[in-house]
């Protein structure tokens, strides 16, 4: 497996995850990766890495019996879900006072059975080994209020991973602690996506999409203390190119998914930004996966469909309509497979794309977010409401063991 390959499998393996949890308990201690490590209960004081308590400040809605069949992958303690029904995950989020938009997707760490997941306005919340309930991050350190839009696991440090959020607060945040501490970096918000250079061990050069912002791109090439808008250097009339993906510290890949009348398209560079080279037509939509193998996967954005890479980006061919692939991010199995949510169900294929097949029941809900978890096995899926009071649901969050 090529050095580019390896990381990359490692660090996007995650971002993913979830199910009706009467039989199934929430993770939750720090088992061995990237962990909760100290963060605070939902009522406030900090663990020390044992499992999180319910506290005071959060709804006990949803909260998960023992049962069910415990993880072995990874050395994961976490129960694996059912297989053959979507069970709520949500826990002591259920019923969290919030905002519109106010809850995010599952990131799952490429060390352990961590998962992350964010609540407007509310902070990270995490759960990992057999805890039942959710977990406070960041209860020292910078504050995080914003809407999470994106996680990123350091493939190599346990510890270390970013975030990046909309609206509120900053728009890139990083830890080196497993979560108990962040640090905003730099002073740009509203950030749709980050993206890390993991060949340098320095993790120097960063891309982070605007949101909602035409050609607006910030680009770092000192770990996140200062960045300069590059956006400028996209072609004019591009849509909103939020989604990243540095490939290098000078080679980078950029989603437009073309609302509002912008014109839709994959655009790359080889000269940190300078100039841009049109790829693919098509819109595409959050982060792209980069596989196991190194082929690039990337969700189309008006309708869905998938497009694949086999040449970091230079190219780009459609492998599923919007009937296979719907406009979420897909996920890699253990084994190589790629899965993803569309048409009311999840789709898997074990050639690339040439062929699909449904896998498991049907989607308790048409998700806002989709994602997995290799340690726990299982898959993830979230929406949040924009209806006053925004709490969140009850269902906010929904998982599924592999079937």
């Known amino acids: 497996m090529r050095p580019f390959a390896a990381l990359f499998a490692a660090v996007l393996c995650s971002s993913s995850c979830v199910g009706e949890m009467e039989d199934v308990p929430l993770p939750a201690t720090a088992g061995g990766g990237?962990?909760?490590g100290g963060g605070a209960p939902a009522g406030g004081g900090?663990?020390?890495?044992?499992?999180?308590?319910?506290?005071?400040?959060?709804?006990?809605g949803g909260g998960a019996t023992a049962g069910g069949m415990t993880a072995t992958a990874g050395g994961s303690t976490a129960p694996v879900p059912p297989s053959d029904r979507w069970s709520p995950l949500t826990a002591n989020l259920a019923g969290m006072a919030s905002e519109c938009g106010n809850v995010g997707n599952v990131f799952a760490?490429?060390?352990?059975?961590?998962?992350?997941?964010?609540?407007?306005?509310?902070?990270?919340?995490?759960?990992?080994?057999?805890?039942?309930?959710?977990?406070?991050?960041?209860?020292?350190?910078?504050?995080?209020?914003?809407?999470?839009?994106?996680?990123?696991?350091?493939p190599m440090n346990p510890d270390v991973f970013w975030e990046s959020g909309i609206y509120n607060g900053g728009g890139v945040y990083?830890?080196?602690?497993?979560?108990?501490?962040?640090?905003?970096?730099?002073?740009?918000?509203?950030?749709?996506?980050?993206?890390?250079?993991?060949?340098?061990p320095q993790r120097q050069t960063l891309l982070a999409g605007g949101h909602e912002q035409s050609r607006r791109l910030y680009l770092s090439k000192n770990g996140g203390t200062t960045w300069s808008d590059i956006g400028?250097?996209?072609?004019?009339?591009?849509?909103?190119c939020t989604a990243t993906l540095v490939l290098d510290a000078s080679t980078f890949v950029v989603g437009c998914g073309g609302w509002w009348g912008g014109t839709p398209g994959i655009y790359r560079s080889t000269d940190t930004g300078a100039h841009w080279a049109k790829v693919s037509d098509r819109g595409v939509i959050e982060q792209p996966l980069v596989a196991g193998d190194g082929t690039i996967y990337w969700a189309g954005h008006q309708g869905g469909a998938l497009l694949r890479s086999t040449d970091r980006g230079v190219t780009w061919a459609q492998v599923a309509d919007g009937s296979r692939s719907g406009p979420f991010r897909p996920v890699e199995l253990a084994d190589g497979r790629i899965v993803t949510a569309a048409n009311g169900s999840l789709h898997v294929t074990a050639?690339?794309?040439?062929?699909w097949a449904q896998l498991g029941p049907a989607l308790p809900y048409t998700p806002n977010w989709f994602g997995f978890s290799r340690s726990r096995r299982a898959f993830y899926v979230s929406r949040f409401t924009c209806s006053s009071p925004?709490?969140?649901?009850?269902?906010?969050?929904?998982?599924?063991?592999?079937p």
């Open 390 to 402: 925004d709490l969140v649901p009850a269902d906010g969050i929904m998982q599924l063991g592999l």
């Open 351 to 355: 050639d690339r794309g040439m062929t």
């Open 34 to 36: 990237a962990t909760a």
């Open 46 to 60: 900090a663990t020390a890495g044992g499992a999180a308590t319910a506290g005071g400040g959060a709804t006990a």
């Open 109 to 154: 760490s490429p060390h352990s059975d961590l998962i992350v997941t964010g609540v407007a306005l509310r902070g990270l919340w995490s759960t990992a080994g057999t805890a039942t309930q959710w977990s406070a991050l960041g209860t020292m350190g910078a504050s995080i209020t914003n809407r999470i839009s994106a996680v990123v696991f350091d």
């Open 174 to 200: 990083k830890t080196t602690d497993r979560g108990r501490t962040f640090t905003q970096l730099g002073t740009i918000s509203h950030c749709d996506s980050v993206s890390v250079d993991f060949g340098d």
């Open 232 to 240: 400028m250097t996209l072609p004019e009339g591009t849509g909103f």
